[in-house]
């Protein structure tokens, strides 16, 4: 594969659907070796890039074999199949766990990545499908796929707010009996 610049990433959900599944990007056959030099060649990128360009990432190759996240056996979470998984350099958190789980799981039930789903809806759909379907908003990324956190805010006994950040866009709301942007 040749090392091209970085370019900006679409935000149209058909133009990212048809990169996602460009016959170019499918692999022929998939192993273990397969998922490690990805896993590498992925790294090696990551830190070709100019260090004030760059943020530290978790790189986490999971084979789509894996059972669906609502998979139990004896009441136990089966746990995915991660064939390589590593921090490109210091400064990861150990909240990345719980995001690549969250993008794995998209992956696994939509069958495209967060970016194209979180494309898909704008941000009042995502947060009116979670306020009129009455879930909490770890439902609502499992309706939507898209993770949102809230935090209630109140400004005086009368008035409360709503704090909504979508961790895979730059959506950050306020609902106050109607979306505030």
Same mark, same amino acid.
């Given at each position: 594969m040749e090392d091209r610049p970085l370019t900006q990433v679409s935000t149209d959900p058909i133009t990212l659907t048809a990169h996602e599944t460009s016959p170019a990007l499918i692999f022929s056959t998939f192993t273990a070796t397969t998922a490690f030099n990805l896993g590498l060649a992925l790294r090696d990128r990551i830190l070709s890039l100019p260090a004030t360009s760059r943020k530290p990432a978790l790189i986490s190759i999971t084979l789509t074999t894996a059972p669906l996240p609502s998979s139990f056996t004896d009441n136990q979470p089966v746990p995915p199949h991660v064939v390589f998984q590593c921090a490109t350099e210091p400064g990861t958190i150990p909240d990345n766990e719980v995001w690549v789980r969250r993008k794995r799981n998209t992956v696994l039930r939509w069958g495209v990545s967060s970016t194209v789903q979180s494309a898909k809806f704008s941000r009042s759909e995502i947060l009116h499908r979670a306020l009129n379907a009455k879930m909490c908003f770890d439902d609502a990324f499992r309706l939507v796929g898209v993770q949102l956190e809230y935090e209630k805010v109140r400004s005086s006994l009368a008035e409360e707010q709503f704090?909504?950040?979508?961790?895979?866009?730059? !959506?950050?709301?306020?609902?106050?009996?109607?979306?505030? !942007?």
């Open positions: 704090g909504f950040d979508c961790h895979c866009c730059t !959506y950050a709301l306020r609902w106050n009996n109607g979306l505030d !942007y």
